[in-house]
């Protein structure tokens, strides 16, 4: 189930990527496709962002250090099934060994594939099935192909999550389109995120990193569905210039249609979180900093009685108040505090707003899409985050998955 | 549903301490006792400690306000059903009002009375009802009265939460009997734990302070149902000093017999809370530094993954490793990591141990009692805290709860 989340619409090749998909029957008993391979063409930029988590899998230390050893990528495998985390150094060499499978194909260096994997944690990858399958992939490779691309890379997602956005710029049509799976930051133990988009623009490999951070910050950076961060996560952004139009970060068109894939991307994963009946922004305003913004809307959308009081379309703004007050944040003044639900005011200087009525705020509860929007009415800062509710099938999910 | 939790053993009354139990009508349709008064000696010390919530209660802000005004506590008086929260100056007004109510009938300034209020968070007080019932306590007043008390604090508590200790210090023999209440850091909108303690050693105020900061901090600050803090928590600690015997905190054995009481309680919520069906110590050793010890612990303490593979039975060793590696410390050091459920060791050195086999993970997760303990290797800091599982039942409950 997921909230309203539909078939991606039809998505726009990007001159200079051909993908591959196919079927190394990685996980048992699976028919469905478990292999991509992304062909860059020579002169396009890469930029990465890898998880934070301590414990991260083998394909992400292997990605890093290549992307440190040479500028110039040119292929990306990504496998499902497997998340190779937890694997030591038999992990490691198995990464290594699917890059030199590819590398082999193409007559490249090694370090000129970037390895990808998300599924069952501490299990070792059967890079020998993966191998004996990457010549045909070179056979397959196409530019319309993101698609089934998306699709090879789900996990426990129920719906492929792609778009694509075209916009003009000195008269040149440019493409952005990007997929990206994941359902969870970790499925059941599912080692999750994964975020590839491409754009035809001109981008130097520099200016590509500072555009990467800022699309992932407002976007993937943006999410949660229960604060737990996989081993795996890992977003690409490549620029393969083939349209001719050079851009940077300060060309604001092409970052707000670069943010909006990103953001759409990133909303999807949450319209397919686990569980999830519904799809809650948490927008917080006026606060003194940012990092105050921001640990007080994670409060609230990490907070269980909030997200079960959510499932339940319960105005329950004892809740929300009570997460407020615990937020770990200094700044705090209870008698500044503004709460909405959607346009409904709940709280007004910290108290329960005089016209509020319980009708009010159950019919804002009533829908798929709900806004808490808190302002502090102390700063200039503010922040976007999106969320899900935590419903019996969050729980079945995650309980039932290995029994 | 509790998790071993049974009716608390006969309790020791506290020379110096009366109660009294009645029924005020507070909570709509209900005919449990509601009200609870207790009278302590004149001699009697008194330290307390509150929320950290900055939304907090109309009675935390009052007993705060008497215990900086009056050395001399002489009465508690607790009303379940309603937690005066959410309730701006009418509900200050409401609290005081109270107060008034006891110390008139007791000749004593207002200052004389703490206030405190747990149940739902929102509505005002009904503060005339529970004034009509305070004559009739004082007639009632009793020193054989705790469990009657204990019963009369709980909300959705399924279990009244009580226990008593006894030592010998200096040939005499010293009692300490306490009550708590609460079953979620916050039940649905319930504003939530309430402890009181007492004992009839004679401690000077000043000391008591440390003594309860000390056994709060390794009881009630040690347990975690789902990381939400109440508007109303507040912990009593009393010394009546009627058993002559002079004791501090330097004093092991009287502190130590402190400590198991104060765990006892702490842990009975943690056996009771909402929805549980395992208690879970989460031991964190050889950390850098207290602080890293216990936000790792809370870390795994709060994460929905390891709470829900908990609550399958399901020694999921990746959800536990994702969420060390997630943790806010700088600390870390993965390939030191050690992991234990039980005596079972999972993970060394942060590799899966090699005669690690599933089977013996699920026997030690089949137990109600179950031990998570990760040694990081780092240091010579530990802790130990407590919480449950996330099950079908906590959803329930708190989803429910209003509707």
Not at 73 to 99: D, I, M
Request: proline share 3%; glycine share 6%.
């Amino acid at each position: 189930m997921s909230v309203g989340l539909s078939e991606p619409a039809k998505l726009i090749p990007v001159k200079g990527v051909k993908l591959a998909v196919g079927h190394a029957g990685i996980k048992k008993n699976s028919v469905k496709n478990d292999l991509v391979l992304f062909e860059l063409c020579e002169q396009a930029t890469v930029a990465a962002v890898f998880t934070t988590n301590k414990f991260c899998a083998a394909p992400v230390i292997i990605a890093r250090r290549h992307l440190e050893k040479n500028n110039s990528v040119r292929y990306l495998l990504v496998n499902s099934g497997n998340a190779n985390a937890g694997t030591g150094e038999q992990g490691l060499q198995s990464a290594l060994s699917t890059c030199q499978a590819v590398a082999s194909e193409a007559n490249m260096a090694e370090t000129s594939v970037l390895p990808f994997s998300t599924g069952v944690i501490g299990a070792q990858l059967p890079h020998k099935k993966i191998n004996v399958v990457i010549p045909s992939l070179f056979q397959q490779l196409k530019e319309d192909n993101w698609l089934a691309a998306a699709k090879g890379i789900m996990t426990t997602d129920t719906m492929p999550k792609a778009v694509s956005r075209r916009l003009t710029l000195d008269g040149k049509v440019v493409t952005i389109t990007g997929i990206c799976k994941g359902s969870g930051m970790i499925k059941p133990d599912m080692a999750t995120m994964l975020g590839y988009v491409a754009t035809d623009a001109v981008i130097s490999s520099q200016e590509l990193s500072v555009c990467l951070k800022q699309a992932a910050d407002a976007s993937f950076n943006c999410i949660t569905v229960d604060g737990d961060t996989s081993t795996n996560d890992a977003c690409i952004l490549i620029a393969t210039g083939n349209s001719g139009v050079q851009v940077d970060q300060s060309n604001t068109e092409f970052m707000q249609t670069l943010f909006d894939v990103f953001q759409q991307l990133a909303q999807s994963i949450i319209r397919d979180g686990e569980g999830a009946t519904k799809f809650v922004t948490i927008q917080v305003d006026q606060a003194a900093s940012l990092t105050d913004a921001r640990e007080l809307a994670y409060t609230i959308a990490h907070s269980p009685l909030v997200k079960t009081a959510l499932f339940a379309s319960d105005a329950n703004w004892g809740r929300i108040l009570a997460a407020i007050g615990r937020a770990p944040i200094s700044s705090l003044e209870i008698d500044r505090v503004d709460l909405f639900l959607g346009d409904v005011c709940l709280i007004q200087k910290g108290l329960p707003h005089p016209e509020y009525t319980e009708q009010k705020g159950q019919s804002v509860m009533q829908e798929q899409d709900i806004t808490i929007r808190v302002n502090l009415n102390l700063g200039s800062a503010s922040t976007t985050i999106w969320t899900t509710d935590l419903s019996y099938d969050y729980v079945k999910i995650n309980a039932e998955y290995r029994s």
